[in-house]
């Protein structure tokens, strides 16, 4: 059986597809899966399931809802499934490893951080292929109605731009990946246009191809952005690329923090 919840919620057992149709039964069910090990309350996954205020009700269908998960993850067959438990002052959902895509996310950018601390860049860019690849969407965006589900989300996409950073900063050092990884950067810029980073990244993989002009625009658009929408001008990392262009010297690449750590 396997999970996952990076874009929609999805249940495997080998070719069969377990997803659950009901609605309430998959926000029950990705709520367990996100907080897995951990016992969630009754009170807790109450509100989870009715965040606008729960039925008299409420207590009966949630123990309904218990039961038909339990059926669903019963169905697998392995040995070592999944095993939803009552564990005061709630329900428990343990999944062994490998079964579960937030599981694997999680590892893979935990060692490519680990590995870009201590400058093993092929193992890092490894890691962080790795995690990207898993991810399908923004998660759960169907489902996010209670604290329990938000507050996991809106964590795992945070990670999962910093897997992104760190992914396209690893490739604008290579040249063979670097178009590819300036290709990306358009895209995210598109969708981030406050992210400094972002456009810093996009500004050193012009500059290393040969297209400081490119680079050049990037930074007057940026800065014509930040001053009209949000008043500021551009920050220290920002200006310090901007100046490495200007000056057409990567060498001085080693003096912006974000290109060196």
């Given at each position: 059986?396997?999970?996952?919840l ?10 069969r ?26 009170e ?19 123990r ?21 438990t ?78 992104e ?6 490739e ?21 246009p ?32 930040l001053i ?27 003096n ?6």
């Open positions: 059986m396997r999970f996952t990076l874009g929609q919620l999805q249940v495997h057992d080998g070719g597809i377990l997803t659950p149709q009901a609605h309430k039964q998959r926000v029950l069910l990705a709520a367990l899966l996100l907080h897995h090990h951990t016992v969630l309350s009754v807790s996954l109450i509100d989870e399931l009715w965040p606008e205020g729960p039925p008299r009700t409420a207590l009966q269908a949630l309904v809802y218990i039961s038909q998960l339990r059926k669903i993850l019963q169905s697998g067959g392995g040995p070592g499934g999944p095993a939803l009552g564990q005061a002052p709630g329900y428990c959902l343990v999944v062994e490893d490998g079964i579960l895509d937030v599981r694997e996310f999680d590892r893979h950018r935990e060692l490519a951080r680990a590995a870009h601390e201590r400058h093993d860049f092929d193992t890092a860019l490894s890691h962080y292929r790795a995690a990207a690849g898993l991810w399908r969407g923004a998660p759960l965006v169907d489902l996010r109605e209670g604290m329990l589900i938000r507050s996991v989300t809106s964590r795992l996409e945070e990670s999962w731009m910093a897997v950073e760190g992914r396209i900063s690893l604008v050092r290579l040249a063979g990946s670097r178009g590819e990884a300036i290709a990306r950067l358009r895209e995210l810029v598109a969708r981030h406050f992210n400094e980073r972002l456009h810093a990244l996009l500004m050193i993989g012009l500059f290393l191809s040969g297209r400081s002009g490119d680079a050049l625009q990037v930074y007057r658009s940026t800065r014509e952005c009209d929408e949000l008043g500021i001008e551009p920050g220290e990392e920002l200006r310090l690329v901007h100046q490495v262009v200007l000056d057409s010297n990567p060498a001085a690449l080693a912006v923090r974000m290109w060196t750590a």
